[in-house]
DNA sequence: GTTCCTGCAAAAGCTTTGCAGAAGA
DNA sequence: TCTTCTGCAAAGCTTTTGCAGGAAC
């Protein structure tokens, strides 16, 4: 299937976001770059197609998508805030040379084992975040 | 073993960090309160006895001591950086609801199973930040 | 004596807020 | 038409930097 304007619309859509230019063009930014971009490589990406953008308009934009779940922010430091547009259970790896930030699987039966992590019976868990750092295979090849 | 401001110097002369009045407190505190304060935390339990402590100290020192892996740097959400004296493999929960970070155990076979986590042969991994979020047990039955 | 640390003030960097004009339904 | 969004400017917060005086070795 062909992503176009009018799916990015009707996801939108579903997900009770009103579909302004601004909304439909950062949804497709994320889609066509998951490379768990910042706000400002985001503003400056898009601000050639649309010299009107505002990084206020990012901003507002990319909390509306985190609140109704249609992207996850990540908190690899706390420099800037990272959006991802895959919101299933993964994990992230940072590498800490070149700072690419990597996805990589996770085997949900495993994960699900409840005595991977104990102590927490009776919490209610909202979002499991995997998080590791290290230098990653390309920068070790160097 | 009773922890006296002897044993926090040495502490830190093992870590080749060189043992100031103001490290030796800051040390102190982190060992005696093991919730994962924030910089304004410390800076202000510290301030009665330390009039003349800066914060500029404080956020010193939590550089050098995490430089020197004798804490953790813990990234919870990007407003501010919380740090953990307990250096083991653990995990973390914060209640959305009362903002407490709790600690968790984690099986440290099952975590090595080279089958949970796919796609990261051939990456160095440095560490394992594994931070979960949700309602806590005190929380949910309030 | 030399090196490193402390603490003040100022600056930097990311994010939020207030608000008037514009766009969407 | 009514509601919601955009984008500008300003403010808010956490963190960093520069530097002079002070502490550690």
């Given at each position: 299937m062909e992503l176009t304007i009018e799916n990015f619309k009707e996801t939108l859509v579903d997900y009770n976001i009103r579909p302004t230019y601004q909304r439909i063009k950062i949804l497709e930014y994320l889609e066509g770059n998951?490379?768990?971009?910042t706000v400002d490589e985001i503003y400056h990406h898009l601000y050639p197609q649309?010299?009107?953008?505002?990084k206020t308009t990012v901003y507002n934009t990319l909390r509306s998508f985190a609140d109704a779940d249609l992207v996850l922010e990540l908190h690899?430091?706390?420099?800037e805030v990272r959006f991802d547009i895959n919101t299933e259970l993964h994990g992230h790896f940072l590498?800490?040379?070149?700072?690419t930030v990597y996805d990589f699987e996770i085997n949900t039966e495993k994960i699900n084992?409840?005595?991977?992590?104990?102590?927490?019976?009776d919490f209610s868990i909202m979002s499991k975040n995997i998080f590791f750092t290290g230098i990653c295979k390309k920068c070790k090849n160097q």
């Open positions: 998951k490379t768990h971009p649309i010299p009107t953008l505002s690899v430091d706390n420099s590498c800490k040379d070149c700072g084992d409840d005595q991977l992590f104990i102590g927490l019976d």
